[in-house]
């Protein structure tokens, strides 16, 4: 993300009733020790980093979108029942409506063609792919008149980062002599591209002010959309209890809780302790983290390649997340809507 201060981010999370935000830009070191600061980013860097592998073992024996329609649904439903019980006000008719399209996009679109595309490819691999939402973001923003000019900069990181995109896919699999699924690899692209175009039109229409509300529901629509589409598509009709593994059961679990109630509430926290620049650093480090533990504890293998491309992948992202300063609520807007992403948001 662009650098912002937490003046700026105060602005647009507008003291919901979940986050505490005091006068000072900077809070004193007495009001935040250091310690729990440093767990919340590892929080942040660790459960959106392996959130990748808990999709892919949750597939295993969970159809994709039924998966991820129970997990989006659940947590919506918990952490909206949540944000209204601390007294946040309830959402007018109109803000669910945006709520349903915007959660079309970012999860029935987003999520679901990534938990399909994991039954088919690495989760590492995955992971590098979806690392290029702020490209198709900047893209995206360009065309729509969100982004007035794009630099010398922004242009270099775009081009770069599709560049590494092509390097991690590899020649042998573009001439189809390798063993990657090419639409598998296609459809973990489109989820971040879907991502991208829910992220724009969520900044677009006037969601609640609360952070924590505007994203449950969302999750809560877009789990929804996914519950139906499974439907509509047979998966839940082809689900047999006994043939659900432990191990698929406790990664949706594992997604629910951690990936999208706990990390997005540490995130949302640490946007009042520390800058947006800092809390951003998610979005180079998860990547990381997904890749690692897909070689550690999956077998995923990692070559040359794969290391080559993930330095090139980030770097471009840092040189587009770098480009400038555009106008501070947009910034805001955009770090809490990418949070969703992580498989997020937010997600």
Known sequence: ?????????????????????????????????????????????????????????????????????????????????????????????????YAVVAGAFLFLAGHGMLAWAEERVPSGLAALLCATLPLWTVLLGRTKGAEHRLGVKAWAGIVLGFAGVALLIGPDSLRQTGNLDLLATAAAMFSAFAWAVGTIYSKSVRLPNSTVLSASMQMLTGGVWLLLAAGVSGEAAQVHVATVTLRSVLALAYLTVMGSIVAFTVFTWLLTVASPSRVSTYAYVNPVVAVFLGWTLAGEAIGVHTIAATVIILTAVALVNTRGRPNPQQNGRAAVAMSAAQPTAAD
Do not use: C
């Open 1 to 97: 993300m662009p650098s912002q201060s937490a003046t700026d981010i105060r602005a647009v999370l507008r003291s919901g009733p979940e986050v505490e935000i005091g006068a000072s830009p900077h809070p004193p070191k007495s009001a935040h020790s250091r310690m729990p600061i440093i767990l919340g980013f590892a929080a942040v860097y660790l459960i959106w980093g392996s959130t990748y592998l808990g999709i892919r073992y949750a597939v295993e024996t969970i159809p994709p979108l039924l998966m991820m329609g129970i997990r989006h649904s659940l947590a919506g439903a918990l952490v909206y029942a949540w944000a209204r019980r601390k007294g946040t006000p309830s959402p007018t008719a109109q803000q669910w409506g």
